[in-house]
Nanobody, 124 residues
Framework: QVQLVESGGGLVQAGGSLRLSCAAS????????MGWFRQAPGKEREFVAAITGSGSGTKYADSVKGRSTISRDNAKNTVFLQMNSLKPEDTAVYYCAAGARWVVLTRPGEYGYWGQGTQVTVSS
């Protein structure tokens, strides 16, 4: 069982930056692929970024590629999402997810554990 708690969301002006964190419980954090998804009002949950258990592999949605960086600290059971050059269309609830696989996972159904989400609002 893995429990995930996101933090770091907030209100930021367009062009600004935020760093989201996701703290995980459990002693086998490094065996889980981790991902970030987001969901805006009236829209489906969409993939943002993912990272393998070791941190050696990452993947990004085209919408955030070049502006965001996913990383993890397995010693601290934490995964991060650094977001720069934020745009109003980045406004959404951001969710952290964990999947018991060794590869990068990009689909919500591949993840077995989810956090409660953290709100990111980007003003124009």
């Amino acid at each position: 069982q893995v429990q995930l708690v996101e933090s770091g969301g907030g209100l930021v002006q367009a062009g600004g930056s935020l760093r989201l964190s996701c703290a995980a419980s459990g002693r086998t954090f490094s065996s889980y692929a981790m991902g970030w998804f987001r969901q805006a009002p009236g829209k489906e949950r969409e993939f943002v970024a993912a990272i393998t258990g070791s941190g050696s592999g990452t993947k990004y949605a085209d919408s955030v590629k070049g502006r965001s960086t996913i990383s993890r600290d397995n010693a601290k059971n934490t995964v991060f999402l650094q977001m720069n050059s934020l745009k109003p269309e980045d406004t959404a609830v951001y969710y952290c997810a964990a999947g018991a696989r060794w590869v990068v996972l990009t689909r919500p159904g591949e993840y077995g554990y989810w956090g409660q989400g953290t709100q990111v609002t980007v003003s124009s």
